[in-house]
């Protein structure tokens, strides 16, 4: 009986010596305090102010916290579950603020005894906070690609999980490593909300000014044309150098046009499409080198090949053309000068070949046009055309746009 008085003076005594502001209280105070916490949600309140006014001299108490949640592992009890989080969700914050990177391992393992996206998500902030980038890195990355897989095969419901995107992507921000650019970028892409995508977007401004380097080798190893079809557009909007990004548009149009795709429908509707991208950003960058018009002819080969609709058909066409009349070289204008004398033979030969039609004449002359304004003398061409002009086979508005661009040469 004599002992619990004691005991009781000396806690009254402790309570009284330090009746201060919390801004003022010392580690001592709260570690005494904590000492003497039975609840989880006396713990709670404690972590949750020194948090608010946290001192680099509550490192120690919040280590021996961090190492005691570890140990404790998750809470059983329903009704002390939110406490628990906010104890661990205090913590966490406390560890980051104070840049406690080798507690970053114990942090991993808490991480999962969560069950709540908002906390899960600040834990992964945190995680990166601690500034513990060998231990944190590799782990954000592996999450985020986690949670991007579960998020393109529709499993689950993003609307609940987003927080924790949130906060991987936010961790990412922090570190600004080309290794997290993969993962980050897919959730550039609407499988996640407008929310997810815009801080996705910014991390990747963070990162780097010139993703094209890395884009090409996410490229190399990605089968989604999807995917591929916002890399595409993503590097050209970027201030990589035109060099760069014609090298990635005419490496990613030549392994398109010697790939077979798989039997997805999704993917056999898609490689057309980034063919037609990688064309239609040659053409706006101006590409300038040999490889990029030969890459072009190449493809408009397969084109003259495939067994499409007319009218699905112009438009394809419409792009190659409109493409090489910006890159305007001698080898764009090669490669427009041999479709003009297929598109010529074709419409000589008239039959079952599309030209000659109103949608085949729609190519014949936007061919004639392009190299009219690419102005090339050469005599190939001069020939070409004067022999259109003068043919009695085509028509007057054929026969018409080839006397013009005879004379723009």
């Known amino acids: ?107 991993k393992t808490i991480y999962s005894y969560l069950k709540t996206p908002i906390y899960i998500g600040t834990v992964a902030h945190v995680l990166a906070l601690t500034g513990a980038k060998d231990e944190v890195l ?28 949130e906060g991987l992507l936010l961790g990412a921000k922090e570190f600004k490593d080309p290794t997290s650019f993969e993962p980050v970028f897919f959730a550039t892409i609407p499988n996640y909300s407008e929310k997810v995508r815009k801080i996705a977007n910014e991390v990747l401004k963070e990162i780097t000014d010139d993703p094209v380097p890395l884009i090409s080798t996410f490229i190399n190893r990605e089968d989604d044309f999807v995917i591929v079809r916002n890399l595409l557009t993503y590097a050209y909007k970027s201030s990589s150098s035109d060099d760069e990004k014609e090298k990635l548009y005419v490496s990613v149009l030549n392994r398109c046009l010697g790939q077979l795709v798989e039997k997805n ?40 090949a495939d067994k499409r609709g007319i009218a699905e058909d112009t438009n394809i066409k419409l792009i190659n053309i409109d493409a090489l009349r910006k890159m305007g070289t001698k080898e764009a204008s090669d490669v427009l000068l041999e479709n003009l004398t297929y598109i010529y033979t074709m419409g000589k030969e008239g039959f079952g070949t599309g030209y000659g039609t109103k949608e085949g004449n729609r190519i014949f002359i936007a061919v004639i046009r392009a190299l009219g304004d690419m102005g090339n003398s050469d005599e190939n061409i001069t020939m070409a055309l004067e022999l259109i002009r003068s043919s009695y086979e085509f028509g007057t508005p054929v026969t018409r746009e080839a006397e013009k661009a005879l004379e723009k040469l």
């Open 265 to 304: 429908h999704e993917n056999i509707t898609n490689k057309p499409k980034v063919e037609q991208d990688a064309v239609f950003y040659l053409g706006e960058i101006k590409a300038k080198s040999p490889e990029a018009a030969k890459a072009i002819g190449e493809k408009w080969r397969a084109d003259n």
């Open 138 to 165: 590799p782990w954000l990355n592996e999450h985020l690609r986690e949670m991007n897989l579960m998020v393109k095969k529709g499993t689950g419901k993003i609307a609940y999980r987003e927080e924790i995107a």
């Open 1 to 107: 009986m004599k002992i619990r008085k004691i005991a009781l003076i000396l806690s009254i005594t402790v309570l009284f010596s330090f009746d201060v502001s919390a801004k003022e209280r010392s580690a001592n105070y709260y570690k005494t305090m904590y000492s003497m916490a039975r609840k989880m949600k006396e713990k709670r309140d404690l972590v949750k102010e020194m948090y608010k006014n946290i001192k680099e001299d509550y490192a120690p108490i919040i280590s021996d916290i961090i190492d005691e949640q570890y140990n404790y592992g998750v809470e059983r009890d329903k009704n002390s579950f939110k406490d628990y989080e906010e104890w661990i969700y205090y913590t966490a914050m406390s560890a980051g603020a104070l840049k406690l990177s080798d507690k970053a391992e114990k942090l």
